[in-house]
């Protein structure tokens, strides 16, 4: 068994004889985990089934590998925000955070034809699948157990899928929202450790209720910025809302002077292969914004961003335009292939091999997901796959730069609470 771990831009690997973390993580108490505190607190696990009861337990962003007796022990969070891969060679198995590492090492060229497709289609690729024939990608909320270079388990300890919703009063529903985002950005200001925050600052309701809450808590140092082009409606909105809540603001303006000839410098060929990791598009939106706050030294190498990433997810944007009413079980292989890979058409042939697909992967994350509110199995599906391997993976542009970041709408105490809410609520964004 061999296991490189390369990448140390933002967030680095901590270990010892054992363990191997990125990231960090609260317990059920609330108390805060990251370097060698965090190889302190899963140093104690001697089993795989206490590893599987801890990633179970903490709440964060992390990726794991601990040994065990004659064990690998391997997990992701929600976010996936430090994909590892894996591949099998000469009965071994590899191990490393660096795919392209992997391809060169041993050569991989092949390309896995189903991959490809989805790709084309959907921006990334499904499951546990990259582009690359038989280099496998570990999926958020996974967890897996290797034993002699075999994987003998494998499983997700978190689902957005439930089986049931609250049938609290809405009332007192929404004062329970008050206080689990309340928990979650106090969580968020103990994980800072007074860094500066950076914070990408649209004209949305995500991005300022992030900056709302900051000022809340009287977090001080936070850095606005806004990009794009001067016309855009949004300038207006976001330099306001930092005034008023007297943050610093700066603008970058997306001409043609700051994007010419980005496609042939070294830097972007860099991130694309950073960014894209053989299975997701690279994320280009941010990428000049963050690299000129970076290289006119607007925001200190310590700072820390803070994007409101998929935060209409929890409030139910998929109900306007995707999740219709009274969805059925049967329903969801069609729906998914209908939403989630409109981006190229398919023969009837090929439309048949991809909805077998996803009914497979449907199985992989729940057996029994027949069994769930069918909305719930549909934005448990988004939340592992698009949202997982486009949406979070965008932060790559923040780590390549060599900065952390922290994404507050992703605590676990909030995808809890939110999972259970009725539909009813949430389709009142309509």
Known sequence: MNISLKINKGFIW??????????????????????????????????????????????????????????????????????????????????????????????????????????????????????????????????L????????DCSFFFSYATEKEFTNSYNYLKKQTISTFENAFKRLLNSLENKTVVLPL???????????????????????????????FEIENSKKTAKVLGFKWHFIEYNTKLIKGYLKTETFKNYAHFAGKYSSMPY???????????????????????????????GGSQFIKVIPKNLKSMEIVN????????????????????????????????????KKIPPTVFEDFDLKEKIAKYIFNSASIYTFFGYQHRFPFWDKELLEFFKKIPQEHKQLKV
């Open 145 to 152: 157990i290797i034993e002699n270079n075999k994987i003998i």
């Open 202 to 232: 649209s004209g949305g309701f995500d991005s300022r209720l992030i900056a709302l809450m900051l000022k809340k808590h009287n977090y001080k140092n936070v850095i606005c910025f806004t990009y794009g082009r001067k016309d855009s």
């Open 14 to 143: 901590y270990s010892n004889e054992s363990i191997f973390i990125k990231g960090y993580f609260f317990d059920r108490k609330n108390n805060f985990y990251q370097k060698e505190n965090a190889l302190m607190f899963l140093d104690k696990i001697t089993s795989k089934e206490e590893f599987i009861n801890k990633v179970k337990e903490i709440n964060g962003c992390f990726s794991i590998l601990i040994k065990v007796n004659n064990n690998i022990l391997i997990a992701s969070d929600t976010t996936r925000s430090f994909p590892l891969f894996y591949t099998f060679k000469n009965e071994k198995i590899h191990i490393s955070d660096d795919i392209v590492f992997l391809k060169d090492k041993y050569n991989i060229s092949e390309l896995n034809k189903l991959a490809k497709l989805e790709f084309k289609a959907s921006l990334h690729t499904y499951g546990k699948k990259t582009l690359l024939q038989n280099v496998f990608q570990v999926q958020s909320n996974e967890y």
């Open 284 to 314: 280009l939106q941010e990428y000049f914004a963050v690299k000129y706050l970076k290289e006119n030294n607007l925001i200190d190498e310590k700072a820390v961003f803070i994007p409101g990433f998929a935060g209409d997810f929890l």
């Open 335 to 370: 729906l998914i292939f209908k939403k989630k890979y409109k981006l190229r058409q398919f023969s009837s042939s090929k439309q048949k091999e991809i909805k077998e697909e996803i009914k497979k992967t449907l199985l992989t994350f729940d057996a029994d997901f027949t």
